[in-house]
């Protein structure tokens, strides 16, 4: 006997991959409702070897469904998440609207499973942020081990993280530089970012910080541990998909590199790729379509007494957005709501 599913923006890129991956891991579906809002309504999608239309996330009834996961932006999400929740379908939210509300557990699987249990206090679980979700999968099993004082993260990361529009401006962009009057102007991004890098995500706050950079380091805390202190650059790069992250890290304890590099292989849901030769690293078109965040240039940090440097590398729209909230679900139809 399996679940009633909902996925709300199903049509959207991380909706769909949603429903592609509920179908690779098998998970036990009895019945998938998708929902859009009235502009895609009757949009057909695909859930396995089936194809379903549609339907509208306005009047939908959430009565006798057991796990919905939403993947609608913050403000839909405020109104629509409540209806679920008080109709007793546990939601699942890829946005950022209750990541930091602290009744509410924001999880990654692999790094704190046991916080799943907190979904009673409002019938809602939070998703991370795509490049937080990746990094802590990385720090954790190495904070077990040398306890972690201070990180610091510079970030590489892929058009498919500002959605559908930013895709089609970086592929726009990049077909007009060689076709004379068709150029296309920033409209998605700040700046053109077709051949080009930029240290902008999300908007600028008081501090000089983005929204971006602080939300990895709200979010690290709370997932990780309150006591780590993280800074972090966050760049927008010219990659349809992949995040990368080069990440700097200074441990209480000694942590060697041999043993680091051990730690990660054996780490749930990482996958170390790390040979010191031209190539053995992983790189984003590596980690496409792939479950596995990728760990590569593990090394000393020679400047510190105990610092590691290394490289992370995670399809963003799977462990940083879809695959994740899959796997919460996972985590809560094993844990919690299981069915004979």
């Known amino acids: 006997m399996g679940y009633r599913v909902v996925i709300a923006g199903a049509t959207g890129n991380v909706g769909r991959e949603m429903l592609n991956i509920l179908a690779e891991r098998q998970f036990p579906v009895d019945e998938i409702a998708a929902l859009a809002s009235r502009k895609s309504l009757g949009t ?8 379903i239309k549609t339907q509208d996330l306005d009047t939908f009834d959430f009565e006798g469904w057991d796990i919905a ?13 409540p209806k679920a929740a008080d109709a007793g379908c546990v939601v699942i939210d890829n946005s950022s609207l209750y990541r930091y509300e602290p009744d509410i557990p924001l999880i990654v699987p692999e790094v704190n499973p046991d916080a799943v ?3 009673r206090n409002r019938m809602i679980i939070a998703n991370p942020n ?5 990094l802590v999968v990385a720090l ?4 077990d081990r040398a306890r972690i004082k201070r990180v610091v993260v510079s970030t590489y990361q892929s058009v498919s993280g500002a959605g559908k529009d930013g895709i089609d401006e970086l592929w726009d962009q990049t077909k007009g530089m060689y076709v004379p009057g068709q150029e296309v102007e920033p409209s998605t991004f700040q700046k053109q970012i077709a051949f080009n890098v930029i240290p902008h ?15 990895m380091v709200a979010e690290t805390k709370k997932i990780v541990d309150p006591s780590i202190k993280l800074t972090t650059t966050c760049v927008r790069v010219p990659v349809f998909v992949g995040h990368s992250e080069a990440v700097n890290i200074e441990f209480e304890d000694f942590l060697d590199e041999d043993e680091a590099r051990d730690i990660l292989r054996e780490a ?14 992983a790189t984003p078109i590596e980690s496409v379509g792939e479950y596995a965040t990728y760990i590569s240039r593990i090394r000393q940090d020679s400047t510190l007494d105990n610092g590691l440097n290394l490289w992370c590398v995670s399809d963003n729209l799977r462990k940083g957005a879809a695959l994740n909230a899959v796997q919460i679900a996972e985590l809560l139809g094993n844990r919690i709501l299981k069915k004979g």
């Open 201 to 215: 995500i999300d908007v600028f706050m008081e501090d000089g910080s983005t929204k971006e950079e602080w939300k």
């Open 130 to 134: 795509c490049s937080t979700a990746q």
């Open 117 to 119: 249990e907190h979904y």
């Open 44 to 51: 057909e999608v695909s859930f396995g070897d089936k194809t």
């Open 140 to 143: 954790k099993p190495l904070h």
């Open 268 to 281: 749930p849901g990482i996958m170390v790729i790390d040979k010191r030769e031209d190539g053995g690293y």
């Open 69 to 81: 996961l939403f993947a609608i932006g913050a403000s839909a999400t405020k109104v629509y998440a």
